[in-house]
T-cell receptor
Framework: EAGVTQSPTHLIKTRGQQATLRCSPI?????VYWYQQALGLGLQFLLW???????NRGNFPPRFSGRQFPNYSSELNVNALELEDSALYLC?????????????FGPGTRLTVL | KQEVTQIPAALSVPEGENLVLNCSFT??????LQWFRQDPGKGLTSLLL?????REQTSGRLNASLDKSSGRSTLYIAASQPGDSATYLC?????????FGTGTSLTVIP
């Protein structure tokens, strides 16, 4: 069974540009979660989507947004990029959209903002 | 706001030693607690998930315990191996929010 996949593996942008990151969950999983892991910092929860709806978001500005498609894949968009947005962005999926369920992570997208 | 702390931040042990990693959280109203390992520059691999009603979970050489009332969890690794070298993270779910500790970096010396 294929795991969570993310693309691209690496992304280099300049300040002020927009970045789009993509995530495909494990087959059968309806929930997708996005996290940011900046260098030297812990994972910070960004967004949670389930069945196409945003269920919760972390303490991030509105320029971090996303969506979930009917096939449960998801996009994370970061507008007006700032240098401090450079980080590893991790996507996770779980089934049934419950806080009780185990999360499975993808390999991440390394975003570098110059 | 939930705060998750992992101590120590780094740990180095000789191969074969048994070891314990600690995770503490400030709000005991959690739905579950999950332990992960992360290899450098990579995503997270789920190790164990403990639901709030459970006290422990075991998988192979790993055993995780949960004491909600004291806000603590431990991950016990038996007979450590060099391949266990990684950063170990704990995460709790509170009120539909997910909170991660900053991790313990483990090095197992051959």
């Amino acid at each position: 069974e294929a795991g969570v996949t993310q693309s691209p593996t690496h992304l280099i942008k300049t300040r002020g540009q927009q970045a789009t990151l993509r995530c495909s969950p494990i087959s059968g999983h309806t929930s997708v979660y996005w996290y940011q892991q900046a260098l030297g910092l812990g994972l910070q929860f960004l967004l949670w989507y389930d069945e196409g709806e945003e269920r919760n978001r972390g303490n991030f500005p509105p320029r971090f947004s996303g969506r979930q498609f009917p096939n449960y894949s998801s996009e994370l968009n970061v507008n007006a990029l700032e240098l401090e947005d450079s980080a590893l962005y991790l996507c996770a999926s779980s089934n049934q959209g419950s806080s009780y369920n185990e999360q499975f992570f993808g390999p991440g997208t390394r975003l570098t903002v110059l | 706001k939930q705060e998750v702390t992992q101590i120590p931040a780094a740990l180095s042990v000789p191969e074969g030693e048994n070891l314990v990693l600690n995770c503490s959280f400030t709000d005991s109203a959690i739905y579950n607690l999950q332990w992960f390992r992360q290899d450098p520059g990579k995503g997270l691999t789920s190790l164990l998930l403990i639901q709030s009603s459970q006290r422990e979970q075991t998988s192979g050489r790993l055993n995780a315990s949960l004491d909600k009332s004291s806000g603590r969890s431990t991950l016990y690794i038996a007979a450590s191996q060099p391949g266990d070298s990684a950063t170990y993270l704990c995460a709790v779910v509170t009120g539909n929010q997910f909170y991660f500790g900053t991790g313990t970096s483990l090095t197992v010396i051959p």
